[in-house]
């Protein structure tokens, strides 16, 4: 089948076919998170909308090299260099060595990577992991005229920098309307220009985390990170950068702006960024105090929160929104998704023993080639569920006899419902054979409803299915009995 990707390029604004610079590969850099606390659901949005752009790109047969890092040094609380080092404030309120902080906070975001049913990327560099490769390029950056130290503390020189380059071009903004948002120096201030920022910060005896360096003891900047770790695994141009809207105005330009200055070359041919998680319209942030953990979400124990959800139909909800759209977070937003990703998956389990016939009256093909045209127009899972919900109709109606298709077309439909749904969109059945006492559970219920139903009981075999339901499970009638499925 003949491909042609697409995909929405921050840096130009449009939508541009994808061509990597090298034939079948790919280079893809995602900006992981600060392990200095719980990732909450907005972080896991954007982690899960890269896994399933890695777990596409991986199904078109690329040989993807996907790098996400793990920010465990230098991220101060404030984006511009202002306030305490993340991990050392942490780890003063814990009374923990900072490297415990990053220990447990790394390997819980681990737990929740896995839950979700995310792809482990191919390298998770850590940014202590990477000190001397920052050094070595924050050196490079200094005699290419483009950062200066004072007091072993050092600036990246944004207004000489901009003479040469383009400074807000991941904005479109120009530099002088940067400026204006920005406050006046004031006569303490040690850098030049109110958009410097700092490659390196020196740091005071008692600071817990510190190398030594050409400038002294200090640690790196949060930028300089992610310029130095995409250089050394990706190269100096690579195919994609990735990551949260929120990085774009700071971070990520900070991250051009020193790999140009450093190697002279446009770092990044695609820029993707996702849209954010909101509840009732804000922000979820740490700071909003509407950042609900993961496993919060899974047991219900949150005062915004009815009930508990399977990680796979929460990321059922996720995929059901385009990665450049806000999601909002509701209740019954996600109430609807459990719902769906049910009636798939029992479509998924009916097509198991779908009977073909001689002739179709349904166009496969064009259902598979549907599903495609969604992904390959920068990766519009919601279009791509719409077809896999066709996909399930389509079932439904020839397990009802109201539809046929041949042999060879129920093939293709198995192919194309068993790739989209499990190798892109990355979901699980929750509800396995293995679940064997359940099951028999389930079977007894069914088969007490079945009774009731007999002896013309239908309070009793109503009140079963409306319980039952009112639980999370699905029950289906059919000619051979009922079956059951939940999420
Ligand atoms: P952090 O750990 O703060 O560096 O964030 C890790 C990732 O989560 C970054 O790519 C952020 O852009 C992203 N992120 C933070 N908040 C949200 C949100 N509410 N919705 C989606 N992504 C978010
Ligand atoms: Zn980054």
Redesign the pocket.
């Known amino acids: 089948m003949d491909q042609e990707l697409k995909l929405y390029n921050t840096l130009t604004r449009q939508i541009e076919k994808f061509e990597p610079i090298h034939a079948g590969r790919v280079g893809l850099y995602?900006?992981?998170?600060?392990?200095y606390s719980d990732?909450?659901?907005?972080?896991?949005?954007?982690?899960i909308s890269f896994d399933l752009i890695y777990r596409y790109l991986l199904h078109l047969g690329y040989k993807v090299r996907y790098v996400r890092n793990i920010?465990d040094a230098g991220?101060l609380e404030g984006d511009r260099d202002e306030g305490d080092d993340k991990f050392a404030k942490k780890a003063k309120l814990e009374q923990l060595e900072p490297m415990e902080i990053v220990q447990k906070y790394t390997l819980g975001f681990h737990d929740v990577m896995r839950a979700f049913n995310t792809l482990a990327p191919s390298i998770e560099p850590t940014a202590t992991g990477h000190i001397g490769e920052q050094i070595e390029m924050i050196k490079i950056i200094i005699s290419s005229g483009y950062a200066y130290e004072v007091n072993g503390t050092v600036y990246f020189d944004v207004e000489k920098y901009n003479k040469e380059y383009s400074y807000g071009q991941l904005t479109n903004r120009r530099l002088d309307d940067l400026l204006e948002g920005t406050r006046e120096l004031s006569g303490q201030d040690e850098k030049h220009g109110r958009l410097d920022f700092a490659l390196w910060i020196a740091t005071k005896p008692e600071t817990l985390m510190k190398w030594n360096s050409p400038w002294g003891w200090g640690f790196p900047g949060w930028h300089i990170e992610c310029s130095a770790m995409s250089t050394k695994y990706l190269g100096e141009t690579f195919d994609i950068h990735?990551?949260?809207?929120?990085?774009q105005a700071t971070h990520h330009t900070n991250e051009i702006a020193q790999s140009q200055a450093c190697n002279h070359k446009s770092p990044v041919n695609y820029w993707l960024h996702?849209?954010?998680?909101?509840v009732n319209n804000v922000?979820?942030?740490?700071s909003a105090g509407n950042?609900f953990l993961p496993g919060e979400l899974f047991t219900g124990d949150h005062s915004l929160l009815e009930k508990g959800y399977s990680p796979t139909a929460v990321r059922f909800f996720m995929m059901q929104t385009h990665y450049r759209s806000t999601?909002d977070f509701s209740n019954e937003a996600l109430q609807a998704s459990e719902k769906g990703y049910a009636r798939l998956m029992a479509a998924i389990k009916t097509l198991e023993n779908l009977k073909p016939s001689a002739t179709s009256t349904s166009d496969i093909k064009a259902l598979e080639k549907n599903c495609y045209n969604a992904m390959n127009e920068d990766f519009n899972a919601p279009i791509l569920v719409a077809n896999l919900f066709e996909g399930s109709r389509i079932i439904n109606s020839v397990n009802d006899g109201k539809e046929a298709i041949t042999e060879d077309d129920l093939m293709l439909l198995k192919k194309t419902m068993n790739t989209f749904v499990f190798d892109v969109l990355g979901l699980m059945t929750e509800n396995t054979p293995s679940n064997g006492k359940l099951d028999t559970t389930m079977q007894i219920l069914l088969q007490l409803r079945e009774e009731a139903k007999q002896r013309k009981d239908y309070e009793t075999s109503d009140n079963i299915r409306k319980r039952l339901e009112a639980s999370g499970f699905i029950i289906k009638d059919a000619k051979e009995g009922a079956s059951w499925s939940s999420n």
């Open positions: 995602v900006c992981g998170p600060t392990v990732v909450h659901l907005g972080n896991c949005r954007t982690f920010t991220h990735g990551g949260g809207m929120d990085l996702t849209n954010m998680l909101t922000r979820m942030s740490k950042g999601l």
